[in-house]
């Protein structure tokens, strides 16, 4: 007990160290969980031998991650991305793959070596990418969805992988040049590897026969199915009538605990097991409630993950050999960015959606360890050099926060060049088209879909829309007047448009191309003045709302009821004044002329000086008729 005290206060103390400072440099959570691990490991030796047991546990983050992602996605959704997990996933997997067995090859290893190896090195860090591109709002920009199909291929593509491997027989050259350089470098051979795959002894599938394991693998994914799709509504209505808020905890652990033991019974990976039953409870009711019981475990872990990560990082190894391993890591970066470079361009991606998708999938990942592990138990990698692939993996892990440094570096530098940035793919359509997610367009949007109604968002600043993807709200990046993106919207059976853009001639534009594409389509347009009200008017906008007008309107009321007036009288002189100006704007419309200056203009000068008059006439008669109720009553 108190050995167990001591280190979690260790771990714990690191983190609250290292973590806020290397959010407050900019650096990100996942570079001061590794640099904490550091710390306490290979520099001060505070941790020891536990490190790699206590890895094990910590993995779990990775699979409650999985899970609260396959809440996010619902199976259409999934089914949709279907050409981008087999093909531009499938592609990486294999490409990469073939790549480092040849370059393990011309090291003088044997090609089941060099397959075993190139497995490994394909495969990248679900945890660092994901919670990264989610600390930075970027999950939903088409180079964040882009990299999260590749993630999910890779994470189905273990499956295969661990049962390839003991097929691999082993063949080891007598001497290679990766040998002959460790030799000279630190004089020793390296020997060890991670321990453990599933217990065979625990094993629901040992000894059956191939279509046995087939049949038992798809009667449990049937299972999981079922069970998402009937069972947990009955059993969260009665864990609700128990009114106890620590028991919806209980059944979201319960859920994520039980499936992914037993996909790991029937030697499959657990975390493909959670993200399957993420997927199939995305539409139910509980979602967010099992969102929210999840999301502490999840971080925590998380961060303990990459603690372990940093603290098994064998620094002997490094400094022995610390331009070998260095340079085999960068080069296994190098490597596996150019493959993902080809395959974004193959693939449309541009600009930034490029970078980002090449620099945050280069990097070796997770299950690297455990196909290390398992490769070693098989026969299937030579010992001496399983020590040397754990190191490559966790230094590649280590400098993803680096790559991700110089990701926004190269994207501050494509603004400050003005260059012209790709449209995002407009893969949804709604009645409602909201163009421009300012401060006036957020306010209409979370009316709207808090009402029960679905929107598309477009808007051609890419910081607002990053912004709004942080707060769960998902919009598009382009120039929303282009008249693809508005079919792409929807446009030609929605129902309602708003034009909420801050630039009124964009607005202007958007107004009069969408009145002449869809004569019967009801536009709200957002206006900055009286002027830009007539010329939204005279572009075919139904509805004008000027963007101070009401919150001018509510401080005037707050006025009158401040010099007396009560606040059924000032709400009544509030909305006459409110009717009467819109009335009056309509008609000064008619008569405003954009060549001709308002203040020239004796036409549209004379009749709004007839028309202020009437309100004032209108309103002092409003007063005076409730003064005379009143001392009548009295």
């Known amino acids: 007990m108190e050995g167990f005290l001591y280190q979690a206060s260790i771990y714990l103390a690191a983190a609250v160290i290292a973590v806020p400072i290397a959010a407050r440099l900019g650096l990100g959570s996942v570079l001061g969980y590794l640099a904490a691990g550091i710390l306490i490991g290979p520099i001060l030796g505070l941790v020891g031998q536990e490190t790699a047991e206590l890895q094990h546990f910590a993995e779990f983050g990775v699979v409650m991650m999985l899970f609260?992602?396959?809440?996010?996605?619902?199976?259409?959704?999934?089914?949709?991305?279907?050409?981008?997990?087999?093909g531009l996933g499938g592609m990486q997997v294999v490409l990469t793959t073939l790549i480092i067995m040849l370059g393990v090859m011309a090291l003088g290893y044997d090609w089941s070596v060099g397959l075993a190896v190139g497995l490994i090195f394909a495969l990248s860090s679900t945890a660092i990418v994901l919670q990264t591109l989610s600390e930075k709002g970027l999950m939903q920009t088409?180079?964040?969805?882009?990299?999260?199909?590749?993630?999910?291929?890779q994470d189905i593509s273990v499956i295969p992988m661990l049962a390839l491997l003991p097929l691999l027989a082993m063949r080891q050259t007598s001497s290679t040049v990766l040998d002959d350089a460790l030799h000279r470098q630190m004089g020793t051979a390296i020997d060890g590897a991670?321990?453990?795959?599933?217990?065979?002894?625990?094993?629901?599938?040992?000894?059956?026969?191939?279509?046995?394991?087939?049949?038992?693998?798809?009667?449990?994914?049937?299972?999981?199915?079922?069970?998402?799709?009937?069972?947990?509504?009955?059993?969260?209505?009665?864990?609700?009538?128990?009114?106890?808020?620590?028991?919806?905890?209980a059944l979201a652990l319960l859920i994520v605990c039980g499936i992914s033991f037993i996909m790991y019974l029937i030697g499959l990976s657990p975390a493909l097991?959670?993200?399957?039953?993420?997927?199939?409870?995305?539409?139910?009711?509980?979602?967010?409630?099992?969102?929210?019981?999840?999301?502490?475990?999840?971080?925590?872990?998380?961060?303990?993950?990459?603690?372990?990560?940093g603290a098994g990082i064998n620094f002997a190894l490094l400094f022995g050999a610390p331009f070998l391993v260095l340079g085999l890591a960068l080069m296994v970066i190098v490597l596996k960015g150019a493959v993902l470079y080809v395959l974004g361009r193959v693939f449309e991606l541009r600009g930034r959606d490029l970078w980002l998708f090449t620099l945050s999938l280069a990097q070796a990942g997770e299950f690297g360890f455990v196909l290390i592990s398992f490769s070693g138990q098989q026969n299937v990698?030579?010992?001496?050099?399983?020590?040397?692939?754990?190191?490559?993996?966790?230094?590649?892990?280590l400098i993803t926060p680096l790559l991700f440094i110089l990701y926004d570096w190269l994207s501050n530098r494509m603004e400050e060049a003005g260059e012209d940035l790709e449209d995002d793919e407009v893969d949804e359509q709604a009645r409602i088209i909201i163009v421009g997610i300012g401060r006036f367009g957020q306010i209409v949007n979370r009316l709207v879909r808090s009402s029960g109604y679905e929107t598309v968002v477009l808007d051609h600043d890419l910081g607002a829309i990053q912004r709004m993807r942080r707060f769960g709200v998902k919009g598009f990046?382009?120039?929303?007047?282009?008249?693809?993106?508005?079919?792409?919207?929807?446009?030609?059976?929605?129902?309602?448009?708003?034009?909420?853009?801050?630039?009124?001639?964009?607005?202007?534009?958007?107004?009069?191309?969408?009145?002449?594409?869809?004569?019967d389509l009801h536009i709200i347009a957002r206006a900055r003045d009286r002027n830009h009200v007539f010329r939204l008017y005279q572009?075919?906008?139904?509805?004008?709302?000027?963007?101070m007008f009401d919150a001018s309107l509510r401080a005037g009321r707050y006025v009158l009821e401040n010099m007396g007036v009560s606040e059924f009288e000032a709400a009544e002189l509030e909305n006459m004044f409110y009717h009467h100006d819109r009335h009056s704007v309509r008609e000064l419309a008619t008569l405003w002329d954009p060549e001709v200056p308002t203040i020239e203009n004796e036409k549209y000068i004379a009749r709004a000086r007839e028309l202020e008059d009437e309100l004032e006439t209108m309103l002092l008669s409003q007063l005076e008729e409730s003064e005379d109720t009143s001392k009548k009553s009295a």
């Open 539 to 547: 572009a075919g906008a139904d509805d004008i709302v000027r963007e």
């Open 477 to 519: 990046f382009g120039d929303p007047t282009r008249p693809e993106m508005l079919h792409a919207a929807g446009l030609k059976d929605a129902r309602v448009l708003v034009a909420a853009l801050d630039d009124p001639d964009a607005a202007v534009r958007l107004v009069a191309f969408a009145r002449r594409e869809r004569p």
């Open 194 to 249: 991670m321990s453990g795959h599933a217990d065979a002894g625990l094993s629901l599938v040992a000894g059956l026969p191939g279509w046995g394991v087939t049949l038992v693998t798809l009667a449990v994914v049937g299972g999981i199915i079922l069970t998402g799709v009937y069972l947990t509504r009955p059993v969260f209505r009665y864990i609700h009538a128990a009114n106890l808020r620590e028991m919806y905890t």
């Open 68 to 86: 609260l992602i396959g809440l996010e996605l619902e199976p259409r959704a999934l089914w949709d991305m279907r050409h981008r997990l087999l």
């Open 142 to 153: 088409k180079g964040g969805r882009s990299a999260f199909s590749v993630l999910l291929t």
């Open 381 to 397: 990698v030579p010992s001496n050099i399983t020590e040397m692939l754990l190191l490559i993996v966790a230094m590649s892990m």
């Open 273 to 309: 097991g959670a993200f399957l039953a993420g997927v199939v409870l995305a539409n139910s009711e509980f979602r967010h409630e099992l969102e929210s019981d999840i999301q502490p475990f999840k971080g925590l872990l998380l961060g303990l993950f990459f603690i372990t990560v």
